[in-house]
């Protein structure tokens, strides 16, 4: 047996599993969410129960800011903590969908216009994407594309 065949046993394998899987058919609907990455996302998320709210989930993420305080000044940062799977599905998935979806490049592009860097507004699309996820597998609904240009605003 090849290298290459058995890879692609493997992720038929995956596919099945996640097929198998309650929200395997609500997490790969989203835009950028292959086969791989709703699996390593479900093996990492575990239950939708442990994040009562998009922030929680964002924040298990390391995708949520952080509040850094030092006397009078307040700011925010970037979080270090937090799953660094669930932060590798979230950019992975922004990445492969600002190439693949319209709605993500125009958010995408909307935050490049507002001054953002490509890893702030990068960041700011896995935020978006992660609220949106959570929306879906709250409703358990799968992700179907809006028919107004309102929704990308």
């Known amino acids: 047996m090849t290298i290459g065949t058995r890879l692609t046993e493997v992720e038929n394998q995956i596919a099945q599993a996640i097929d198998a899987h309650p929200d395997g058919a609500i997490v790969r609907s989203l835009p950028g969410m292959g086969t791989t990455l709703a699996a390593e996302f479900l093996a990492a998320a575990g239950g939708l129960e442990r994040f009562p709210t998009p922030g929680a989930l964002a924040s298990a993420a390391g995708l949520a800011p952080v509040l850094q305080q030092s006397g009078k000044m307040n700011y925010q940062r ?17 990445f492969c969908a600002l190439q693949h979806d319209e709605l993500s490049r125009t958010f995408y592009d909307r935050k490049r216009k507002e001054g953002k860097r490509h890893h702030q507004a990068l960041i700011a699309l896995a935020r978006r994407r992660i609220n ?7 409703t358990r609904t799968e992700f179907h594309r809006p028919t107004t240009g309102a929704a990308a605003a």
């Open 132 to 138: 949106v996820l959570h929306a879906m597998l709250r």
């Open 78 to 94: 970037r979080s270090y903590a937090g799953n660094r799977a669930l932060k590798r599905v979230f950019y992975q998935s922004s």
